[in-house]
């Protein structure tokens, strides 16, 4: 293996698909996909701001997707691509930004990539329902209406919300061919004011935690809790994966420290669950 070319590779693919967004400390910004959000990671991200991504992940190809998608519509009289949007939440201090990937002047549509599994296009089918209470709306569902929200606030007017779903497991050669391989899915999301709202009560909760020097730590992410895998606890998929701040989380570390050694009974006590 040539190991010097591999590594040359991994850094020019990382150059080339890092994170547009913000990534310092001290931010006073919340992110679309903060919106809905555990406070903690957005604690901890405002204490620490985001690393450099250091190796290649499902994430990278998600990325490079989108710079595909960027060149295929770049250039068109009826698309806006990669459209950046900035507004204040409230009084709070603080600004709601998003980083739209697509948007159709024509069909007035604000369409978001993503690239997923065929379980998860099967849920996202589901979302052109409105939900009956505000904790059920889904992640994807706050995220387009904080589009929808800084879009219509930008230009006036009002959009449609898409997900145009690209799926990574089709194949030609998979017996279940019937299985969809792109579909552009109407997502209904809440209202502009429900939107504001949520931002203003996630910046207020924030600020219990980084103003005064307070070094503590809202409670665990609820899904921190695990599951036992081959008679061990299984590290939870979210910190793992997902998180770009497990290193500064206590909860996470204090897991991490007591996982090594200890049995599954042993770690739920000494985790207090
Ligand atoms: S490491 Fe886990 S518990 Fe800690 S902030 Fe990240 S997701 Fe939440």
Redesign the pocket.
């Known amino acids: 293996m040539n190991s010097k070319l591999e590594q040359k590779m991994k850094d020019a693919i990382l150059d080339s698909t890092t994170y547009s967004g913000v990534k310092f400390s001290k931010s006073k910004t919340l992110s679309a996909s903060g919106l809905n959000d555990?406070i903690?990671?957005l604690v901890?991200k405002y204490r620490h701001g985001l690393g450099s991504q250091k190796v290649i992940e499902q994430n990278t190809l998600g990325t490079l997707l989108h710079s595909g998608l960027e060149n295929a519509f770049n250039g068109h009289k009826d698309y806006g691509v990669e459209k950046s949007f900035k507004m204040p939440i409230g009084d709070t201090g603080w600004s709601l930004t998003g980083h739209v990937d697509l948007i159709d002047f024509d069909s007035n549509a604000i369409i978001d990539h993503k690239m997923l599994k065929t379980k998860k296009i099967n849920e996202i089918m589901m979302m052109s329902q409105p939900k009956k209470k505000l904790e059920d709306w889904d992640d994807y569902q706050w995220q387009l209406g904080v589009y929808k929200l800084l879009a219509e606030t930008k230009y006036g007017k009002t959009f449609e919300s898409y997900i145009s779903a690209f799926n990574k497991e089709t194949s030609y050669f998979k017996k279940d061919a019937d299985e969809v391989s792109f579909r552009l899915i109407p997502i209904v999301t809440p209202t502009n004011e429900e939107v504001m709202a949520k931002a203003i009560s996630q910046v207020n909760e924030i600020k219990k935690y980084i103003d005064d020097n307070n070094d503590n730590e809202p409670s665990?992410?609820s899904?921190?809790f695990f599951s036992l895998k081959y008679g061990k606890p299984a590290r939870?998929m979210?910190?793992r994966k997902?998180?770009d701040?497990?290193n500064h989380?206590t909860?996470?570390q204090k897991f991490a420290y007591h996982r090594k050694k200890a049995s599954a009974s042993d770690l739920l006590s000494k985790l207090g669950i």
């Open positions: 555990d903690l990671p901890l665990q992410c899904n921190l939870p979210r910190c997902f998180c701040n497990s989380c909860y996470y």
